[in-house]
């Protein structure tokens, strides 16, 4: 069975960049799951919340992120999955990580998070404070969930990408 290393964490927290930048290094296949959520539905995200609602969001978001484990479980190669930051919050995929070793939570500042993730991309990332409330219902959630969490203040991708392979060595021997 192939490796999956899956990266977990609020919107902004550099998911997307850092998973690319990993999947590099280590000569894996990367995916990231919001662009197959929207190529799922045929439509952005933010029309897919327009249209379907957050549910429907949520309900293509699951059936995309547990097909995708289930055929990176399967690959020749390792896979460095990236979750969209809401994936955690439903059940069947929560349970699905719960049996992941290598689930990594990007530890984001929150304030560099929402200055990232805002701007009209992202339904749920408009308000403020609606974004910092969000994140504190979430926070119980990425943290018993995630084996590895890397604080990635003021680190570049790069740095976060080095660090994760090298917390995941110490530990484990692997990578
Ligand atoms: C969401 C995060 C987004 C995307 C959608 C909902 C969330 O992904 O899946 O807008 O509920 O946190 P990113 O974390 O990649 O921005």
């Given at each position: 069975?192939?490796?999956?290393?899956?990266?977990?964490?609020?919107?902004?927290?550099?998911?997307?960049?850092?998973?690319?930048?990993?999947?590099?290094?280590?000569?894996?296949?990367?995916?990231?799951?919001?662009?197959?959520v929207?190529?799922h539905?045929?439509?952005?995200?933010?029309?897919?919340?327009e249209?379907?609602?957050e549910?429907?969001?949520?309900?293509?978001?699951?059936?995309v992120?547990l097909?995708?484990?289930?055929?990176?479980?399967?690959?020749?190669?390792?896979?460095?999955?990236?979750?969209?930051?809401?994936?955690?919050?439903?059940?069947?995929?929560?349970?699905?990580?719960?049996?992941?070793?290598?689930?990594?939570?990007?530890?984001?500042?929150i304030?560099?998070?929402?200055?990232?993730?805002?701007?009209?991309?992202?339904?749920?990332?408009?308000?403020r404070?609606?974004?910092?409330?969000?994140?504190?219902?979430?926070?119980?959630?990425?943290?018993?969930?995630?084996?590895?969490?890397?604080?990635?203040?003021?680190?570049?991708?790069?740095?976060?990408?080095?660090?994760?392979?090298?917390?995941?060595?110490?530990?484990?021997?692997?990578?």
């Amino acid at each position: 069975m192939a490796e999956r290393l899956i990266l977990t964490g609020f919107m902004g927290s550099g998911k997307t960049a850092v998973g690319k930048r990993l999947a590099g290094k280590l000569g894996w296949d990367f995916f990231d799951a919001d662009p197959l959520v929207e190529q799922h539905l045929g439509m952005p995200i933010h029309e897919i919340f327009e249209i379907h609602g957050e549910s429907g969001f949520r309900k293509a978001e699951e059936a995309v992120v547990l097909g995708l484990l289930e055929e990176a479980s399967r690959a020749q190669t390792g896979t460095v999955v990236s979750l969209g930051g809401g994936a955690v919050t439903i059940p069947a995929v929560y349970e699905r990580l719960t049996r992941e070793p290598l689930v990594v939570l990007l530890d984001e500042d929150i304030n560099m998070a929402f200055k990232r993730a805002r701007g009209g991309k992202r339904p749920l990332a408009d308000d403020r404070d609606k974004f910092q409330a969000l994140y504190s219902e979430r926070e119980s959630l990425y943290r018993s969930l995630s084996k590895y969490i890397v604080d990635t203040r003021g680190l570049k991708v790069e740095q976060v990408a080095d660090r994760i392979i090298r917390l995941i060595h110490e530990r484990t021997g692997i990578l």
